[in-house]
T-cell receptor, first 116, second 108 residues
């Protein structure tokens, strides 16, 4: 079975542009979470979606938004890109039906965003 | 807010040595704790998940323990190998707060 897949793997944008990152969860998983990992740091929680509804949001500005589709895949959108948005964006899926407990997380390989 | 700390930040050991990685957290009201490994530039690979009601989990040469009352978890790696070289991250759930990781180098 395929694991969590993310696209694109690498991308370069300039300040002020917009970016869309995509994630397909493991088959059967209904929860998708997004994380930002800056070089040398641990991942920071951005969003969690379960059954197409937002179940959690981290401390990120409104420039960050996400959605989940009926097939449980997800998109992360970032508007008005800043240099500080350069990071590895990780998507994780889980099976858990408990909204506040994501259960075991399985991660994709990430999308490396560079903002110039 | 949950704070997760991992010590040491970096560790270098000779091949074959047993080692312990530490993870501490400030809020003991956690659902579970998960250990991951991350190779440079890659995503996270799940190693072990410990539910809040469990004290430890084992997988092969890895053993993870959880002491909620003291806010600590340890990851024990037996008979280390060069292929174990990576960054090891712990995360506490609900919505998973991560530590900054321990960078492990196993010297052949």
């Amino acid at each position: 079975d395929a694991g969590v897949t993310q696209s694109p793997t690498h991308l370069i944008k300039t300040r002020g542009q917009h970016v869309t990152l995509r994630c397909s969860p493991i088959s059967g998983h209904k929860s998708v979470s997004w994380y930002q990992q800056v070089l040398g740091q641990g991942p920071q929680f951005i969003f969690q979606y379960y059954e197409k509804e937002e179940r959690g949001r981290g401390n990120f500005p409104d420039r960050f938004s996400a959605r989940q589709f009926p097939n449980y895949s997800s998109e992360l959108n970032v508007n008005a890109l800043l240099l500080g948005d350069s990071a590895l964006y990780l998507c994780a899926s889980s099976f858990s039906q408990v909204t506040s407990n994501t259960g075991e997380l399985f991660f994709g390989e990430g999308s490396r965003l560079t903002v110039l | 807010k949950q704070e997760v700390t991992q010590i040491p930040a970096a560790l270098s050991v000779p091949e074959g040595e047993n080692l312990v990685l530490n993870c501490s957290f400030t809020d003991s009201a956690i659902y579970n704790l998960q250990w991951f490994r991350q190779d440079p530039g890659k995503g996270l690979t799940s190693l072990l998940l410990i539910q809040s009601s469990q004290r430890e989990q084992t997988s092969g040469r890895l053993n993870a323990s959880l002491d909620k009352s003291s806010g600590r978890s340890t990851l024990y790696i037996a008979a280390s190998q060069p292929g174990d070289s990576a960054t090891y991250l712990c995360a506490v759930g609900g919505q998973f707060y991560f530590g900054t990781g321990t960078s492990l180098t196993v010297i052949p």
